[in-house]
């Protein structure tokens, strides 16, 4: 199978995972979906996406710092068309290889390389060293040989060298997956010591209760994801609005809301500045002026809103300093603009002719 | 040592306004009426929160009021109006926000291009926007007050009065036959004073000609960007030309230092060929940009002492590499450019503008003397007003010696033995002063 035809024939396994501290990606194995441990952050929950599987949050049910893995449970009942085999067959120096994840959130990228390493130790773990182009948001994605089959989970790479990428080899996943199945059990940790899996109920202050260290993971999936200052307050805002906070947030300082036929983005910049904004849709063609006259007469009767344009694009938004934002008046703001950018966004393409944006859904 | 000098230590009361900045001071009680605002705010007293803010915003010229801003009380709302060179802003206050606007030009008389222009400008900013109105485009700006302090309002309005000012000198000059309104409180400048400039700025261009035909025919493009930069720098700050004057240096400026794929070759080129439109432009266009006004903010922001030190050490060693290389023609321009170079880029504090603009003063005698200034340096015999130059040094620094209990006054520090030394020894008394508050 050429690459093409691999990413057709595999893509609905493909998974994006989101966490407030960045994205990742995944593949679907039976029941559950692989991934790395760096990309579920110690978090207990994550916010999944695929082709088939629209942004929802689901549990993280193993992680495994020592082998970088991480098991989340798919408990909507997917059945991609064609699924996912673990390989069982020696690797090899030179093989071809297919990597597939969301590198920079570039949804559903695929590369092709050859192993240029089968066995490569890094401290005492075997890595497949490949020469596929793999960047950050790959990590968790599926390593693929000619045949398909996944061969290793990609895992890290070397900053700043070229063609530097590092798969967990097959081998250590089905290990970690005999070892976690046959527990029966969710919620395990793996002690990056004593490596014995460890049930998350049964740790105290964090402590491995088979070796007695402290378990970073275990603290991080107590601790959780807690906004603070004006995060917190533009969460509580949102959730005021019943906007699901856990799937609309894209990282710590941005979030996306869909709203009927609008988008709003939602960003908080390290100044200080959180921006919302609705990319309404493309300047028109024609009658271009009646757009702008109509434009800067609505901005007369709007408060907190304001329309302008960027780089040919129609924008509805509201922009705030955080430390002038309110409870109060964020709702109110906010709420316009996610009910105004709804109602002008079918006013400018229907009325003025205006350019309907084009848009990935499943980003 | 010119012993007429010895004894002059007259200071003048003329004004002219030099640079971008504000010329005027403000008041003695800047720190004390920002304070009581911050306590009327805490204490919810909004109104009168908002007229200490504004009373801080005044700025004085010779202990008189410029009235920038205003206030009128009534009942329950406080009117304002802030002047900011073209722009007049003008808005209330109630308990619960405060809204300004700044009226621009006819809605009638805007084309296609300004209201896309105003459009894109709206993505820009970051509290006001513009609309249009039956009659007029404005630039406006909304802000409630329930956690208002001075420094929260203080950038929307800066923003606000700024941009309504850039934006109108940048209609008047890109959009022909677009009338700007609103611009009655801008004055005329005296028409003497314009020939005075008129005049300044063809002699200027004359010179730099001369002076650029003697340097090395190859390999002097360094050379001609510290002429043709220092010159534009010059003109800028002495002459503060307006609208498309301003515009278009301004533009030149920034095209020169970011259009990095272009030779310097080429960039002194079009230098040149601006600098030749200003020698061609007839005195009645000349004329027709400029105009007298208040301001109230500053457009640059406060740049840290450190950065300025630098500039001027990495000048000064430049001037050593001339030297070392006896291209001695480009000294006097490049101790120059120092001054101009900092007071066109930086937001620098009043005591450092003061003393580089009395560095510009007795480097440049013949354009401050014919606008009625007291010569501080004579180019003829090469002799400088000593001890006007020293007393007028320490009376910059004096006041603000309470404040920085390490500021030391450096008058007589200064080498008057030729124009070259005294501005080294200028540059390096600067770079010691010592603004640590403690």
């Known amino acids: 199978m050429n690459t093409q035809h691999i990413l057709e024939t595999y893509i609905e396994n493909i998974i994006q995972i989101m966490t407030p501290y960045g994205t990742g990606s995944g593949f679907i194995l039976g029941n559950l979906i692989i991934t790395n441990s760096h990309v579920v952050g110690g978090l207990q929950e994550v916010v999944i996406s695929a082709k088939k599987i629209k942004r929802t949050i689901a549990p993280v049910i193993y992680d495994d710092p020592y082998f970088d893995l991480a098991f989340i449970e798919l408990e909507s009942l997917i059945h991609p068309k064609t699924i996912l085999q673990l390989s069982s067959n020696i690797v090899s120096d030179g093989d071809t290889t297919i990597a597939i994840g969301h590198p920079y959130g570039l949804n559903y990228t695929a590369t092709e390389g050859i192993v240029s390493r089968a066995s490569r130790l890094q401290d005492d773990l075997e890595y ?7 960047n950050p948001g790959n990590s968790g994605g599926p390593l693929l040989n000619a045949k398909g089959e996944v061969i290793g989970v990609n895992t890290f790479i070397i900053q700043n060298a070229n063609n ?120 028109p063609s024609k009658n271009i002026e009646e757009v702008y006259d109509y434009l800067l007469k609505e901005n007369a009767k709007l408060s907190y809103l304001q329309f302008s344009i960027n780089e040919n694009s129609i924008y509805l938004s509201y922009l705030i300093v955080d430390s002038s934002l309110t409870l109060i008046e964020g709702k109110t703001a906010i709420n316009r603009l996610m009910e105004y950018s709804n109602k002008y966004d079918d006013i400018l393409i229907e009325k003025y002719y205006a350019i309907k944006q084009k848009r990935d859904e499943e980003d | 040592m010119n012993w007429f000098n010895f004894f002059d230590n007259t200071t003048t009361t003329l004004h002219h306004p030099f640079g971008r900045g504000i010329n005027a001071k403000l008041s003695e009680d800047e720190e004390e009426l920002f304070d009581k605002s911050y306590e009327a705010f805490e204490n919810k007293d909004i109104l009168n929160a908002y007229e200490y803010f504004f009373k801080s915003l005044e700025n004085f010229t010779d202990e008189e009021s410029n009235e920038n801003t205003r206030t009128n009380l009534i009942e329950d709302k406080l009117e304002f109006e802030i002047f900011q ?20 030009t006819k809605s009638s008389s805007a084309n296609v291009s300004l209201k896309r222009h105003i459009l894109d400008r709206n993505y820009q900013f970051t509290y006001a926007y513009y609309f249009m109105d039956e009659e007029y485009i404005k630039l406006k700006l909304y802000h409630d007050n329930i956690t208002m302090n001075p420094q929260k309002i203080f950038f929307p309005l800066r923003e606000i009065a700024l941009n309504a000012d850039f934006d109108k000198e940048y209609i008047r000059n890109e959009f022909a036959g677009i009338h700007l309104e609103d611009i009655e409180h801008l004055e005329k400048v005296d028409e003497n004073e314009l020939q005075i400039k008129y005049e300044f700025m063809q002699e200027t261009i004359k010179e730099l000609d001369a002076k650029i035909d003697t340097l090395p025919s190859n390999d002097n493009a360094g050379m001609q960007a510290f002429f043709l930069l220092n010159t534009l720098y010059m003109l800028d700050y002495l002459l503060v030309a307006k609208y498309s004057i301003y515009q278009k240096s301004s533009k030149k400026i920034q095209d020169y230092f970011t259009e990095e794929n272009t030779t310097m070759e080429a960039r002194n080129n079009e230098l040149r060929i601006y600098i030749n439109e200003l020698k061609a432009m007839d005195f009645k266009e000349f004329s027709s940009n400029f105009y007298n006004a208040k301001y109230t903010f500053n457009p640059t922001d406060k740049t840290l002492k450190e950065d300025i030190d630098n500039f001027i050490s990495e000048s000064l060693l430049k001037i050593r590499w001339y030297k070392n290389n006896r291209y001695k023609q480009i000294i006097p321009i490049i101790y120059k450019y120092i001054s101009f170079y900092i007071l066109y880029n930086y937001g620098v504090n009043p005591v450092i ?66 124009l070259n030394e005294f501005s080294n020894s200028f540059y390096l008394q600067i770079q010691n002063l010592n603004f640590e508050e403690i």
């Open chain 1, 128 to 134: 497949i060293q490949i020469d596929a182009a793999i």
């Open chain 1, 164 to 283: 530097l990428g590092f798969a967990l080899p097959y081998f250590y996943v089905q290990e970690a997956l005999d070892e976690f199945l046959a527990l029966k059990k969710k919620n395990i940790i793996k002690c990056t010591s004593c490596k014995n899996l460890v049930e998350e109920e049964k740790i105290k202050n964090d402590y491995c209760y088979e070796c007695g260290v402290k378990i970073e993971t275990a603290r991080l999936r107590r601790k959780g994801y807690k906004p603070t200052g004006p995060t917190k307050l533009l969460e509580d805002i949102l959730s005021s609005l019943d906007v699901d906070v856990d799937l609309s947030r894209r990282s710590q300082s941005s979030w996306r809301i869909d709203h009927g036929s609008a988008r709003i983005d939602i960003n908080y910049y390290e100044n200080g500045i959180i921006i919302g904004d609705s990319k309404l849709c493309g300047i």
């Open chain 2, 353 to 418: 503008k003061e003393l580089l603009h009395t560095l510009v003063e007795i480097q440049n005698p013949s354009f401050f003397t014919s606008l009625g200034y007291v010569e501080l340096y004579n180019e003829e015999d090469e002799s400088f007003s000593k001890k006007t130059i020293i007393t007028r040094v320490d009376k910059i620094i004096e006041p603000h010696q309470a404040q920085y209990k390490l500021l030391e006054t450096f008058g007589e520090e200064l080498n008057f033995s030729s």
């Open chain 2, 85 to 104: 060179g073209c722009a007049r802003i003008t808005g209330y206050v109630t308990q619960e926000h405060l809204y300004a606007e700044a009226i621009m």
